[in-house]
């Protein structure tokens, strides 16, 4: 893999990693049709074996009776080691993975692409998609990509480049924006766009969760690998939990707004509790006002803080109505209920990209998750930052959190950001 160096720029990387797997890949997928008579094995790639990505290497050999994952990656030994006994023990007749196609390093997502599969699932920390996802389509593979899509504005514009080609090379993008595929949300919020509650005015949405893991640093431990092995709480990783997590709820809202993106966004965040360093240099609580043009807003909070009220909702209010969203409820005018139970939405993602790649008809999720991104890094930008950002001044951001070289070791952290100290780059 063309390692980064000091001095190179992630777009110098983009460049390497993408034109080195197109020169060494020898099997690329000729879309769409080569599947449509379902007798064809579809090999899947797993890129990042952790939680998720174990997660989505069950649901999609659920999703596709003669599909296998027949090549995995991931940065660590240890991690693919047991994501791979995992799979082997829940879905042996699936896995066809042996020693010489599990790959470790960081540029294991490489080999996995170079390996022959026809799909990759895309599960790595966030940091790595635009050069995993550049990397993928350029080498012809249909891709599950997880949110959010990158931690930076560099990388969403990378991001969305993949989608054009992918849309050009007729390759299925499936995002792991889930809600996407949750039954009660789609109908919910297809109602609200057909006016159960008149016009959207304003959206509140919540992300109020307890701590998450965390792995204490060993000895032998360099910089970077406690740093990758700790990812969430490094914003270069993660994005910090504005982006990781809170996106799906921004997401949502921002589905709500009809996908239009805010025109500003102002707002606060900081570090009250998980101040050790331990926990990097994310934030632990976020709460911001997006505002369109016409005067619509979403309200948006997120806290991840051990010990306190734990919440994840959506409230919509609109001219003739409001709806409860992740109880699937619309009050006013028109009252409403979801009744029943919506499939595994985890599922239902794959279902749809592997009917996709059986179909020859492509998914492209581009627009949204790339959209979702942005709005998710536009809040951080202005909690770090203290200012009012325009979706015009975001999209012209160069801030590119890329540490200088990926190698395994010494890595200054990058201090937690101070509002008013720094302007958006
Ligand atoms: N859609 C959802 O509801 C949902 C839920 C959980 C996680 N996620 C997303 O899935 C992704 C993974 O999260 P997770 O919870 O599985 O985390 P995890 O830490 O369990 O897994 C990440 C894995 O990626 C590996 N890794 C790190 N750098 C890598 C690299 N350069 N190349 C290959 N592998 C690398 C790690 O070693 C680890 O095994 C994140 O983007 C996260 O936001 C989505």
Redesign the pocket.
């Known amino acids: 893999m063309p390692r980064q160096t000091q001095g190179e720029t992630r777009r110098d990387f983009l460049k390497a990693s993408t034109a080195a797997v197109s020169a060494a890949t020898l099997v690329t997928l000729p879309a769409g049709g080569v599947f449509a008579a379902g007798t064809d094995a579809i090999r899947i790639g797993l890129?990042?074996?952790?939680?998720?990505?174990?997660?989505?290497a069950v649901n999609a050999v659920t999703a596709d009776s003669n599909a296998k994952i027949t090549a995995m990656?991931?940065?660590?030994a240890d991690?693919?080691a047991s994501?791979h006994e995992n799979l082997a023990k829940t879905i042996s007749d699936k896995v066809d993975c042996p020693p010489e196609r599990r790959y470790v390093?960081?540029d294991?997502?490489r080999k996995v692409i170079e390996s022959g599969v026809d799909v990759v699932l895309l599960?790595?920390?966030?940091?790595?998609?635009p050069a995993?996802l550049a990397a993928a389509i350029k080498a012809g593979k249909h891709v599950f990509c997880?949110?959010?899509v990158a931690v930076d504005v560099p990388g969403v514009h990378s991001v969305e480049q993949s989608c054009k080609l992918a849309r050009e090379k007729k390759l299925s993008i499936v995002s792991?924006?889930?809600f996407r595929y949750d039954e009660p949300k789609v109908e919910t919020i297809r109602r609200i766009h057909d006016g159960a509650i008149g016009k959207p005015l304003v959206v509140y949405t919540r992300y109020l969760t307890g701590l998450l893991?965390n792995h204490p640093r060993k000895p032998e431990w360099s910089d970077m690998e406690w740093q990758?092995?700790n990812?969430?709480y490094f914003n270069w990783?993660?994005g910090d939990h504005i982006v990781?997590?809170h996106?799906?709820s921004l997401d949502k809202a921002v589905w709500v707004m009809g996908d239009e993106p805010p025109m500003a966004a102002v707002g606060v965040g900081g570090r009250e509790v998980r101040t050790d360093a331990a926990f990097g240099n994310i934030y632990d609580h976020f709460s911001i006002v997006y505002t369109y043009a016409d005067g619509r807003r979403i309200h948006s909070s997120c806290r991840q803080m051990g010990n306190c009220f734990t919440d994840v909702e959506d409230t919509v209010i609109g001219t003739e109505g409001s709806c409860d969203l992740m109880k699937h409820a619309i009050e006013g005018a028109r009252p409403w209920k979801f009744q029943g139970h919506g499939k595994n939405m985890?599922q239902s993602e794959h279902d749809a990209l592997f009917a996709a790649i059986r179909s020859g008809t492509p998914i492209d999720n581009g627009s949204y998750m790339c959209r979702s991104t942005l709005v998710a890094i536009m809040g951080r930008m202005v909690a770090y930052t203290g200012e009012r950002i325009t979706w015009d001044q975001l999209n012209a951001s160069t801030e590119d959190l890329t540490p200088p070289s990926?190698e395994m070791g010494p890595l200054p952290m990058a201090p937690v950001a101070k509002p008013g100290v720094k302007l958006i780059g």
């Open positions: 890129i990042g074996c952790g939680g998720r990505g174990t997660g989505a990656g991931d940065a660590f991690r693919l994501s390093g960081i294991a997502y599960a790595s920390p966030p940091h790595f998609r995993h997880e949110k959010p792991g924006l889930c893991w990758l092995r990812w969430l990783l993660s990781e997590q996106i799906h985890y990926y």
